[in-house]
């Protein structure tokens, strides 16, 4: 019942954020199409989001039974997770289908600052090159006390404690602190690049402010998170959680990341992302030659996304699908 | 103090990099630079704009090669203190004649009014003064 009711209740916070996610981009956009200033305050923009919500939340009522009703706690969090995303996926790709009648053309001229930006990521070099630093001592300290250690470690935590476990050999025990260096190793990435790699919007100064805070707010939660993967995992030291509380700290830091980056968003400026509506595949991917930038402000969510058309994009999202496949492969 | 800012317009007919070196040209000739400030690195200023590397680069490559830029640091371009040039020759003198007769045809035929065209050369006279 508990697992019912915590599939129920990811269900529910899914709804609950996507519900408001119209509010959360710049006032000219709406569905990730641009719109005439005002055009969300109107009768026509308003009866959109309406019915957005009420999509929504009428695929998120279909759902909750069969979450309720799972034959397996697997299957419940899956289909709470993928189901809740899906539905309101689908309510923003119909919703931004009835808006582009309404779309604005985007402006054509661009500003930028003629000055250089000296502008670093928060932490500077010592919070981008540390993790390893930490993941490479502990893969020593493994390496010094490997004959102390059991045969058997565990590899996967459920609510009751280790449920999944694996033997003790040289890949499955390095392999794991190679995997999180490569997961270290993109997220930190991610987080350079939201600072050097994207676009910078040139605005009046307090709106610049918003928006280097923005702009930090999200490199700070990517490094955050590369910081938890090296210090948190693997659970190797002792055979067991280094932090025991790591997940639940993860969660908490995401909770209170998300809470920040909501509180800081684009809703009081106007001037749109200076990208063009045709370069963005069902509102969600955006994939632009022309641009340079290696990531833009999402139109759909908070915080950045990839330019497709980049092939940076493609070996990134490549090494954060394939490398957790990669350690579960190694582990096995 | 806000920085110096640049504005193109992707609609109009002027390609992208001419527009950069005439905008950037602008604010070195009203001294909003002084030599030895660097100018934003061409990645930066190509991202922000949203056009391609190269562009930045070629309209970087033109104003140093007028004598405004040093090219050769590795962060950015860094002004230059430009020497007068000397006094333009007379061909060049009819090229520039004509090429501010064709400007003024231009906005006139783009619904600018004669006084404010007036206004606006009056002013760059002022600011040659000064």
Not at chain 1, 74 to 92: D, Q, T, Y
Not at chain 1, 200 to 208: D, E, F, G, K, Y
Not at chain 1, 278 to 307: I, M, S
């Amino acid at each position: 019942m508990t697992i019912a009711l915590l599939s129920l209740a990811h269900l529910l916070l899914i709804a609950l954020a996507n519900s408001a996610h119209p509010r959360w981009t710049h006032p000219d956009l709406l569905f990730a199409v641009t719109v005439p200033p005002g055009f969300r305050a109107s009768p026509a923009g308003a009866a959109l989001v309406r019915r957005y919500r009420q999509l929504g939340w009428a695929g998120t009522a279909l759902l909750a039974p069969v979450v309720l009703l799972p034959p397996r706690l697997g299957p419940a969090f899956l289909l709470a997770i993928l189901g809740g995303l899906a539905v309101w996926l689908a309510a923003f790709v119909l919703s931004r289908r009835a808006t582009l009648p309404y779309a604005a053309p985007v402006d054509p001229v661009r500003t930028a600052a003629l000055e250089p930006r000296p502008e670093e990521v928060p932490g500077g070099l010592f919070a981008l090159l540390a993790p390893f630093a930490v993941l490479a001592a502990r893969a020593y300290e493994c390496h010094l006390s490997w004959e102390e250690m059991p045969l058997r470690f565990p590899i996967h935590w459920g609510l009751q404690g280790p449920d999944r476990w694996t033997a003790k050999t040289p890949a499955a025990v390095y392999g794991q602190f190679a995997t999180f260096a490569l997961l270290c190793a993109v997220m930190l990435y991610m987080a350079w690049a939201t600072v050097h790699r994207a676009r910078r919007i040139t605005a009046p100064a307090s709106a610049a402010r918003a928006q280097q805070r923005y702009r930090r707010l999200s490199a700070g939660g990517l490094i955050g998170l590369g910081w938890i993967f090296a210090l948190g995992f693997p659970p190797l030291d002792n055979m067991t959680l280094t932090l025991p509380y790591a997940p639940f700290l993860l969660l908490a830091m995401v909770a209170v990341w998300l809470v920040a980056m909501v509180r800081s968003t684009w809703s009081d400026m106007p001037g749109g992302d200076q990208t063009a509506d045709q370069h963005w595949r069902l509102g969600v991917f955006y994939v632009n030659p022309e641009d340079p930038a290696l990531l833009v402000e999402k139109r759909f969510g908070l915080g950045w996304t990839l330019n497709f058309a980049n092939p940076i994009s493609w070996v990134l999202l490549a090494a954060i699908v394939g490398v957790p496949l990669l350690g579960l492969l190694v582990i096995r | 103090m806000l920085p110096p800012l640049i504005r193109i317009d992707l609609s109009i007919a002027t390609p992208v990099y001419r527009q950069i070196v005439d905008a950037v040209r602008t604010h070195l000739v009203d001294g909003a630079f002084a030599p030895g400030d660097h100018l934003p690195p061409v990645r930066q200023l190509a991202m922000d704009l949203g056009v391609h590397f190269n562009t930045v680069a070629e309209a970087y490559r033109i104003l140093a090669e007028e004598g405004w830029l040093d090219l050769k640091r590795r962060r950015g371009a860094l002004v230059l203190r430009r020497g007068v040039p000397r006094p333009a020759d007379p061909a060049a003198a009819m090229l520039f004649a004509r090429r501010l007769r064709e400007l003024v045809a231009e906005v006139r035929a783009a619904g600018v009014t004669r006084p404010r065209i007036l206004r606006e050369l009056l002013l760059v006279a002022k600011g040659l003064e000064a």
